[in-house]
């Protein structure tokens, strides 16, 4: 290949809309799995290979695709079928052992079940199936990152460019200068997804603004807290948003290499990112000269090995310098000696792939959706005790209450909103009362939680606070790297307070100690993670204390989780019997 | 050879390498604080007299911030910072004592506490318990602190002292794990581990070896060894560091358990084993040694100590140390009194220097014994006596090529730098030493040089542990050191690399360097040593250039392994180190020359960071040496044949001189089988072991007519002895030692003499008063009162330590030639050489290698292992033989199959000049074909042939067959067993 970035890039685009539009235009009936870690976990690989195997033996006449997961998970795994001509439409949970029925039913007669299929991908509706944009699911989104989720193929990177990607990085490479590139982002009022919600193009400025070369970049994809899956569903859907973002970065700051840290369980996302990458190798698009452009820079996945502590930002840099996965003391900011003491630029993955989306948009545009200082849309991944979970993306300061009435559709099984749990086991705890809360970083931070990288459990009734409690802070304690002893000890600490707690031997100084022990965590640990940590035991004593009086002082588990061998009050002992002189 | 008047020392520099940074001033509690820039905070405060709780922060270590101890509030910060990770600025104001860090650090203390026993931490009665009373809180016996074995030496109970922590609110689920006590060394007791991580970081940053680890996470963490094994099956070097630096009694040093905290005395002293010279004080209790402290602030080791420095002191007090003096009747000694042991010395001496001359008497010094006692026995021998006949072993065969080689290329002899700026180089080479082993703290700054992005290149014929580290190993064929060098040299010379401008200004001899490299043909070179080509480009060009050569970057596979991230190496400099792996070999005087040449043409010396590095045996063999314990060497490295030197000798003895040099050991061996020899006086060495042909001096020494030897243990020389004098060991006297960085310093009696033991000095005077005829001249010339009346008249007397003032001679000792009569010079030839100009000399066809033919196959390679030299003294340290007591030959696997040979088997090695038995380890270290045999076999010099034949120490042609299998196991190794505990009691006051 010769010739400017330009003319190389429009000679790609144009074979891969070509070969997008006679896919699109086939004269074979299509069968699309929505393949993601969220299907394939309810047998979306097995449906596959079974439709692989039905088309094959002749029983259909099909081509079988992969896409990835457009977000609907609740209705996993999602096949969908579009005959020659027509539209594709979604069927929800085709399992394994209905397989065989989509094939007899649907391929096989060309006629779309209404009974059977959830919508219509597209803007119009077929009779008695609705359009995909109409769904409640989808009517509040505003999917802007989530767009080609379930569209496209994530291990073709020929699919995104059809789609016009790439182009906003080639316009960054060839019409815009580094500065303009950042201007843009600093107009947008990027700040990060991670969950610290750090503004993005300040970050990027000292990593600019330090002459030392090489500069590293990281795309933080290790998500190991528990109910969060955006990132990986991201990359394992649509990887090359997040590369261009990475690339556009690049430029802007001036990187040599960037990593693709991806946390030790998301096998699939890890695989799709190398996929991804070596196809971006292969057509030019990454290592030396990019494009034939002066710019060069290489990008490579590197797999952790299994830690929550490494998804920060310091502690990733040890693991891939090849030590334990510790966050380390930044004497001095890792934009200016990160990994192997060199300049390192580090974003979350949605933080990445807002920037192609920031500069098609603009940056002043971009502003203009979420709150003032949470800027643009934010995945979530609403899971619990509701209707339709899944990953969503809505602009920053929808209310909770539009993600879990509207969008969610309520409590499953008649159940009764009793508290949200946002950003994993170190949020604070968002009981019915914050439901009209605004969710953006400012909002939540004023309410006395966080809003963190995007997990959203929602609990019912029937979820007790202790045995949460307990989850959590076992979690934070299995998961602490062992630096501080605060971190390390204090976690353990909290876990066999709630254990006691959960038997029925807690005191009621117990929560005393949480609210006292909570502060000083969060003063006296090093890393986020630390910090983070008893918040969501403290902010359970802020909101749920009777809940916990119950278990303590009544020695009753309303909901039935814990198994309190005897229950009621425990009259032998003294601080029990006081409560009961004042209160019963 | 001519020798000038020791010229100006002015040409050297007392600087080195280490950078000193700025000062600047903050303010701590309201008082202002001046230290250095870049210090942190915490390090700046603790300096200042301001103590700020810490317990995971270490003055030498990169910052942990784990403990969580050290808040302190800084203005312009918001909340508390932890004062080890802010680093101190000029202005800064910082607060160390307000409530909410106090609050903090009891919060803090009590999550700390609540997993590490906490009852006696806050008991009232703390002070009035002792391990015998009954607990008034029923605190469980092994969760007390007074049966800690850090009790009251413990950071974690000065913490809580500090900040008032009186309260636990958390129920205290006690975790048991299980104490190690693998090793004589180092004990671990998990239990009390705060997991401040010291231990991890000291022995990966400081030691080098991360032989501990942190594994697992949150609760279920623990400091492990390799794999979780005991420590034994580590590569932990026992250098006892880690147990140093553990705040609590989770590691300790198995000899300092339970209150031998210094209480009693401290008495500042140097390590007496190799030549590095490691600072330490030595803790005494009830008149015995109860442990060693490693000086934090030593010039060489700083705060490190190896195995023997920090273990093996025990040898001092061992059952056997000689008491009495002993005189023989007939086939055995018997116990004599200093009178009569001492005349019936002076007068055997007296009868044999009437009746054949006093070249009929020679004398053997030490590498043990202080300078002030080798100056008084040069001069007993050479003023006394009248005779040249006196040589050292270790400056014989460690160090004499060294002496020679040196002071023809530079007109005087010494490391060029100090120890420390080691660390500082862009480029080491390790040629010859095996420097884990022999000169284990010195590997520590070496090993840092490639820590720190530097280059190490090894030349040895095994891959020891440095090869790992290694940027280029070149394994080369035993015994042909001389072609390597040389072929660098040509690499160096043909690529013009060399240092132009300073061959042109300072370097004398060029040319004929050049025209001599031009017929070396790197192929024979590389036929010969068995290393390709350009692997010795690669040596020679990274050598050159510091290590800085674009063409060889450091490999990106082993960068996150071994390179600490982010560090430059201080200097592009390189320095070549060099053991007797050089020395003792046929060419060893060669190599030293072809040394010096590579540093003089590339310009590699005279700078910080450059030049040469010899590294000495014994703790004093530079001093013995100096002193001029040699039979061709005046004192202050004067050759005897020196006019000038012998004249200011003689004016200042009033005695004159022999002119004809005396007779070397091996040249005395021979003469005392002639019969020319008849007295031999043996000083704190033990020759019939140390000499080469070990059958053939034992029969020498038999037809001797006096054998004296004064030493601290009845060696194998002081069984065949006439008259045995007991000395006292460095742990009993007063003197100096001049280390391998040529540092003197000074040591001092930290017990009393053990036994009637005396002073080496004392006896030296003693029998000088009874053995000389001029009363007068010796009340003048020899009636020394003490070291400093001897120390007097060496710095009048020897040109390198002239103006050393004795009592100057602080705990840091200095490092000769003093510049302008007063400061020690650490960098060494900065504006000139001693000679005028450094003298390059063309190369010279290397003697040949040994090689093995058909009844000799294997080539033996002599070395060290853990223990010391002959073993008088750490073989009777109870730890070293415990753990290494058993010497092991190491044999290439693939021999060992061939032979049919396992691990442990017993064998038998034969040389042409003797045979021994030893078992084997089976180990790759070696090469094929090649046999490791530790020096410290009672019968490693029966092997060798003596160095008269122009023959080699290092290496020689060996067979070896099978004789029996694996001891069984012994079952007492694992436990200390009480019958090894040294008996000696308490040394009685001297009478008088």
Redesign the interface.
Known sequence: MSGDPTSRFAALRGRAVAEWAALVQSRQTRILVQLAGCGIAVGAMETFQDLVQATRGGTAEATVELVGCSGLCYLEPIVEVQFPGGPRVLYGGVTPDRAPELIDTVVSRQVHRADWAVAVRGPDALPGIPSLETLPFMKSQLRRVLVRHGVIDPTQIGHYIALGGYSQFVRALTSLSPDQVFAEVTASGLVGRGGAAFPTARKWETARKTPARPKYMFCNAEEGEPAIYKDRRIIESDPHLVLEGMLIAGLAIGIDKGYVYIGGEHHLAAERARIAIAQMYEIGLAGKNILGSDLSLDLEVRVGAG?Y?VGESSAMMSS?????GMP????VRSAE?G????PTNMNNVETYANVPIILEMGGAEYAKTGTRRSTGTKLFAPSGQIMRGGLIEVPFGTPLRTIVFDICGGMANGGAFKFAQPGGPTGGAMPASMLDLPMSNEDCAKAGTVLGSGGLVIFDQSACVVDLGIYMMAFN??????????C??????LT?IFQRMSRGEGHL?DLE?IR??GP?MI????CGLGQAAPVPAVSLVDHFRAELEEHIVHRQCSSGVCRILTAGPNPHRLEDARVLKISV | MSIETPASTNIHSPKGARPVGRTITLTVDGVPVQTIQGKTVLHAAIEAGVYIPHLCDYHDLTPFAGCRMCLVEVEGMRGLETACTVVARDGMVVRTNTALARQHQRGVLEVLLSDHPDRCLNCPRMERCGPFVVCQRDDTVTDRCVTCPRNKNCELQRVVDFVQWREQRFFNPRRIGEPERSNPFVERYPDYCIYCARCVRVCDEVIGVSALGLAHRGMDATIAVDFEKPLTESGCIYCGRCAVVCPTGALMKADSKYGATPTESTTPSVCTYCGVGCSMFLNTQGGRLANVMADREGASNHDNLCVRGQFAYDYAQHRDRLKVPRVRQGATLVDATWESALDRVARDLRRIRQAHGPDAIAFVGSGKITNEESYVLQKFARAVVGTNNIDEPTARYCYEPTLRGLHESFGSAGATIPTRDLESAGCVIVIGSHTVEAHPVLSFWVKRVVRRGGRMILIDPRATEMARLASVHLRLHPGTDLSLLSAMLKVIVDEKMIDRTFIESRVEGYDDLAASVASIDLAAVERETGVPAEEIRKAARLYATGGMDKRYPVPGSLWGEIVWPGQRTDTSNSVITYASGVAQQADGEAIVRVIASLALITGQIGKPASGVFPLAGQNNTVGSVDMGCLPNWLPGHQPLSSEPARAALEEAWHRGIPAAPGRDLDATVEAIERGEIKALYVVGANPARSIPDTERVLAAFRKLDLLVVQDIFPTETAELATVVLPASSAKEKDGTFTSTERRVQRVHAALRPIGESRPDWRILVDLAVRFEEDADWCQRQFAFAGPADIADEIARVVPTYRGLAYDAIGIDGVQWPLIDGATGAATLYESGFERGRGRVFPVRASSGAVLPDASYPFIGIFGRAQLWNTGAMSARSRGLTRMWGEHRAQVHPSDATRLGIGDGDLIAIASAHGRLEIRVSVSDIVAAGQLFVPIHHPDANRLLASRRTGRGMKSVALAITRLAGPAPASPQRSEISLMDLPLLPVARPTRG
């Not at chain 1, 891939?320 to 334990?324: A, D, F, V």
């Not at chain 1, 304690?477 to 605060?486: D, F, G, V, Y």
């Open positions: 830690s502590a891939l310098e090849g030590k334990r380390r003391p930044k004497l000696k990994v192997w003491a060199k304690s299995i998961e602490s790297c062992t630096r501080c002893t605060t390390r000890i204090g976690t353990a600490r066999d100084e100690t006292w022990l000083v003063e006296t640990t090093l």
